[in-house]
């Protein structure tokens, strides 16, 4: 079975710029959070969807990030324009809907704002 | 103020010492427990997790963890780590009414051969 893949793997642009990191969940997994961690602070929760719909997007930062999971499979985290201060790893976890929340996460994409 | 609490940054110990971890939260009410870890290049692994029951919890690789309510702890302990312990662990807990994982700071422990 496969995992949580997260792509890219690395993404360096500059501020201003426009970014889109791809996350695939594992097959059959409704829940899909989004996570970050900037450099030397904590990991940090960016938002939850249930399938399609977004169910906390509490943690998004501002309105430059649009997070979006179209048809309840894949999801696209948008961040436009990007800012220094975005630079950090962007992870991303995925749970079954039934039973405990157990959250298995992607390897992360490393977001560098230059 | 930091509702999950690792209190070691950084520890370095020399393969076959004892480890222990110690991580506090401040959430009252029924909360989850977990310990992660993401080895050197790799992605973060479940190493144990806490629902109810029994407070001791095994995991993967030899790792424990024991819940203290009233402490409001639970701490990761190794009796002998290796040199492949080195990675960083993070303690997280999803709180009452969330689905989310609150994650503490993390700790980068680095065992010496």
């Known amino acids: 079975e496969a995992g949580v893949t997260q792509f890219p793997s690395h993404s360096v642009i500059e501020k201003g710029q426009t970014v889109t990191l791809r996350c695939d969940p594992i097959s059959g997994h409704d829940n899909l959070y989004w996570y970050r961690r900037v450099m030397g602070k904590e990991i940090k929760f960016l938002l939850h969807f249930v399938k399609e719909s977004k169910q906390d997007e509490s943690g998004m930062p501002n309105n430059r990030f649009l997070a979006e999971r179209t048809g309840g499979t894949y999801s696209t985290l948008k961040v436009q324009p990007a800012e220094l201060e975005d630079s950090g790893v962007y992870f991303c976890a995925s749970s079954t809907r039934q039973g405990k929340n157990i959250q298995y996460f992607g390897a992360g994409t490393r977001l560098s704002v230059l | 103020a930091q509702s999950v609490s690792q209190h070691n940054h950084h520890v370095i110990l020399s393969e076959a010492a004892s480890l222990e971890l110690g991580c506090n939260y401040s959430y009252g009410g029924t909360v989850n427990l977990f310990w992660y870890v993401q080895y050197p290049g790799q992605h973060l692994q479940l190493l144990l997790k806490?629902?109810?029951?029994?407070?001791l919890v095994k995991g993967i690789k030899g790792f424990e963890a024991e819940f203290i309510k009233s402490k409001f702890s639970f701490n990761l302990r190794k009796p002998s780590v290796q040199w492949s312990d080195t990675a960083e662990y993070f303690c997280a807990v999803i709180r009452p009414g969330r689905r989310a994982l609150t994650f503490g700071s993390g700790t980068r422990l680095q065992v010496q051969p």
């Open positions: 806490y629902f109810s029951g029994d407070p």
